[in-house]
């Protein structure tokens, strides 16, 4: 089922994880692979997906962290 532009959620694939669609590569998996530092052209090599795909797991990334209810830890006493 399409989750949002691009990405999809199934049990059957990743576990139910968020993935880009038609494949079974999970935004988090995208999105950490950038973070070590690879370049995009490294990324859409490394998992044979193209640069508007990478764009859609960055983008709900995105959409996920803004509109998730985070909480701040208690402040620490003085």
Same mark, same amino acid.
């Given at each position: 089922m399409e /989750?949002? !532009? #691009? @990405?999809? &959620?199934? !049990? $059957? @694939?990743? $576990?139910?994880?968020p993935c880009v669609s038609g494949t079974s590569i999970d935004v988090a998996t995208i999105v950490g692979t +950038? #973070?070590? #530092?690879?370049?995009? $052209?490294? /990324?859409? $090599? @490394?998992?044979? @997906?193209n640069r508007e795909q990478i764009y859609?797991? +960055?983008r709900y990334a995105s959409?996920?962290?803004?509109? +998730? !209810?985070?909480? &701040?830890?208690p402040a620490s006493p003085s």
């Open positions: /989750v949002f !532009p #691009g @990405i999809t &959620m199934s !049990p $059957e @694939i990743c $576990e139910g994880k +950038l #973070g070590t #530092g690879k370049s995009f $052209e490294d /990324v859409a $090599e @490394i998992f044979q @997906i859609s797991a +960055l959409y996920v962290t803004d509109h +998730l !209810p985070l909480k &701040m830890p």
